[in-house]
């Protein structure tokens, strides 16, 4: 079955740095696009980042536009999030996601938190 499994979350000091990881499983990972997501509290779920199957398109929210950067190993089948810059509105919990599958379904990881505070 489709897993996919964040890690590197954690407490950081506003201007600096995190590297999420997320490790696919249960599909062929490099014939899909794949995500990042955020969720702040009582706010809805947005998107942060969006990588092509070879890795060569990227997209970014306004927000996080030369802060983060969006990249993926389809040898590993991992999609990473490099967080620089990290500012106090950047706290929430970020989600892997994947559309994929016969038929296709949006498949989640469980989330990574993030906190940016002095």
């Known amino acids: 079955q489709v897993q996919l499994v964040e890690s590197g979350g954690g407490l950081v000091q506003p201007g600096g740095s995190l590297r999420l990881s997320c490790a696919a499983s249960?599909?062929?990972?490099?014939?899909?696009?794949m995500s990042w997501y955020c969720q702040a509290p009582g706010k809805e779920r947005e998107l942060v980042a969006a990588i092509s199957r070879a890795g060569v398109r990227t997209i970014y929210a306004d927000a996080v536009k030369g802060r983060f950067t969006i990249s993926r190993d389809n040898a590993k089948n991992a999609v990473y999030l490099q967080m620089n810059s990290l500012k106090p509105e950047d706290t929430a919990v970020y989600y892997c996601?994947?559309?994929?599958?016969?038929?296709?379904?949006?498949?989640w990881g469980q989330g990574t938190q993030v906190t940016v505070s002095s």
């Open positions: 249960g599909f062929t990972f490099s014939s899909y696009a």
């Open positions: 996601y994947a559309r994929t599958g016969t038929p296709l379904a949006d498949y």
